[in-house]
Every structure is written in C-alpha cells, then in structure tokens.
T-cell receptor, first 114, second 115 residues
Framework: NAGVTQTPKFQVLKTGQSMTLQCAQD?????MYWYRQDPGMGLRLIYY???????DKGEVPNGYNVSRLNKREFSLRLESAAPSQTSVYFC?????????????FGSGTRLTVV | QKEVEQNSGPLSVPEGAIASLNCTYS??????FFWYRQYSGKSPELIMS????GDKEDGRFTAQLNKASQYVSLLIRDSQPSDSATYLC???????????????FGKGITLSVRP
C-alpha cells in the first residue's frame, strides 16, 4: 500500500526554470493538498482540490499552478522558479470527511532554487 | 485570521519524564483535532486524533481537549529518545462560507528527550 507518492524527492533549479512536482495517491481519497514547509513558518497551504475537477487557492498560491489530472493525481507547477520558492513541498490527501480522519502526507520534495 | 498556536520551544525533557505539548486555537466551531509527529527530514505522521472534551489515551500518548478554553494538549509518558521530533497540532477550521473545512496546522514544537 503506497499511500501518497511524490516525485521527485530532490530537485535543484536555476532561477527562471520551470518544473512540475507530481503527486499520486492510491487510497481513493477525494481531497488533495499541496503544502510548503519552511523553517519557523510551519506548513502553509498552497493549493487544494476538494474533489476531482476542482482546485482552489490556499494561503500562499502566488507563483504556483496546479492540475487535478484525475482522482489519483494532483500536480504542482512552478512556471518561473525563484529563490523564495526554495522549500520542502508536501502533498497530502484525505477522505471526504477529513475532519474525522486527518490527512496522509507524501514523503516530500526538497526543492532548491539557485 | 483563524489560527492555531503552539507554545514556543524547543522542549527538552529527560528520558522517562512526561512531556507536555500545548496548542490553542481561535475558531470555536472547530470539531476535530490532531497531533502529528515529524522526524527531521521526514513527513508528518498522524499519531492522535480527538473530537470530544476530555482525555483520549493511546499507549504512552494522551490527548486532552477543552473546547471551552480552546486548547488541546498532548502528553507523552515515559518519554524515550525515539520520541525526539517536532510535534504539529492540527485543527479543522471552517473556511469562507463554512461549507468546507480544512486542517490548519500550528508551527510545531520540537521535543528533545535526553538519555
């Protein structure tokens, strides 16, 4: 049972480059989320998808776009990477009643923008 | 701004002691509360959930909830060096119209258990 799978695990980008972070879950969860985690800032929500076909902005969406490709997959795209986007990115998913079961997190992507 | 606050750390306790981690939240409509453990370089892992006032015990862990005072705490009894990690409090908070809720996380507190 893989749970939530993120790729890649590590990435170094040059300023201005673009890339897509991939996330897939095999738990038949409806909702999926992208967070970034920075020292002293905690987990901050970038975008979320409450169900297949819908996406909404979170707390820090600027500089990012997302695609909910199907029920399993939710990708995060950086169109023009900036050093301020250096962070650890976590994808998470939850069943419809997330208030009962919480979120399951992927293993994270450590991104460095130079 | 709906917030989840965790008391500043880091927290250091000797092996075998009780570690007490506290969290307060601002939204009185919150219904569910979670504690996540995050080892350095790893992803958050759910360790406890609590929904009603009182205590909930699971092994060495006890979650305590007081909705009137809007706080939730995690007690770790007989602390072990393997408990050394960052602990994140998460609260379901209703956003916007209130039709949907999402988890809001505190910034975490780092616990160090000294042998």
């Amino acid at each position: 049972n893989a749970g939530v799978t993120q790729t890649p695990k590590f990435q170094v980008l040059k300023t201005g480059q673009s890339m897509t972070l991939q996330c897939a879950q095999d738990m038949n969860h409806n909702s999926m989320y992208w967070y970034r985690q920075d020292p002293g800032m905690g987990l901050r929500l970038i975008y979320y998808s409450a169900s297949e076909g819908t996406t909404d902005k979170g707390e820090v969406p600027n500089g990012y776009n997302v695609s909910r490709l199907n029920k399993r997959e939710f990708s995060l795209r950086l169109e023009s990477a900036a050093p301020s986007q250096t962070s650890v990115y976590f994808c998470a998913s939850s069943a419809r009643q997330e208030f009962l079961y919480g979120y399951t997190f992927g293993s994270g992507t450590r991104l460095t923008v130079v | 701004q709906k917030e989840v606050e965790q008391n500043s750390g880091p927290l250091s306790v000797p092996e075998g002691a009780i570690a007490s981690l506290n969290c307060t939240y601002s939204d009185r409509g919150s219904q569910s509360f979670f504690w996540y453990r995050q080892y350095s370089g790893k992803s958050p892992e759910l360790i406890m959930s609590i929904y009603s006032n009182g205590d909930k015990e699971d092994g060495r862990f006890t979650a305590q909830l007081n909705k009137a005072s809007q706080y939730v705490s995690l007690l770790i009894r007989d602390s072990q060096p393997s408990d050394s990690a960052t602990y994140l409090c998460a609260v379901n908070i209703f956003w916007n119209t209130g039709a949907n809720s999402k988890l809001t996380f505190g910034k975490g507190i780092t616990l160090s258990v000294r042998p």
